[in-house]
């Protein structure tokens, strides 16, 4: 059974950091590019940064693009995000994903282009 399962969540003060983790079991994702998105109460689920599958090159959306880091570890199969300066504004669950597509790069900011998914982890951040 292929897993994602995401770790790191919590409650933080704002202006805190916290890195969130994504652990894939039963198959390798080294050849996929990886993403994280988030959905806040009420709201779609949004891009927040993606990564391709050799670790080499990255992509963020445009109001994480500072404060956040995605990164990979491919002898784990693990993926990171993260977080620093963070703000109640990023107050959501996070979820990791794995893109379609062998080494596909650049890789998509649409949810549709992902076909593995994690259960999500929760962030708060308290102002």
């Known amino acids: 059974q292929v897993q994602l399962v995401e770790s790191g969540g919590g409650l933080v003060q704002a202006g805190g950091s916290l890195r969130l983790s994504c652990a894939a079991s039963g198959r390798t994702f080294s050849n996929n590019a990886m993403g994280w998105f988030r959905q806040a109460p009420g709201k779609e689920r949004d891009f927040v940064a993606v990564i391709d599958w050799s670790g080499s090159t990255t992509y963020y959306a445009d109001s994480v693009k500072s404060p956040f880091t995605i990164s990979r570890d491919r002898s784990k199969n693990t993926v990171y995000l993260q977080m620093n300066s963070l703000k109640p504004e990023d107050t959501a669950v996070y979820y990791c994903?794995?893109?379609?597509?062998?080494?596909?790069?650049?890789?998509?900011?649409?949810?549709?282009?992902?076909?593995?998914w994690g259960q999500g982890t929760q962030v708060t951040v308290s102002s």
């Open positions: 994903a794995a893109h379609k597509g062998f080494r596909k790069w650049p890789a998509s900011t649409v949810d549709e282009d992902y076909n593995y």
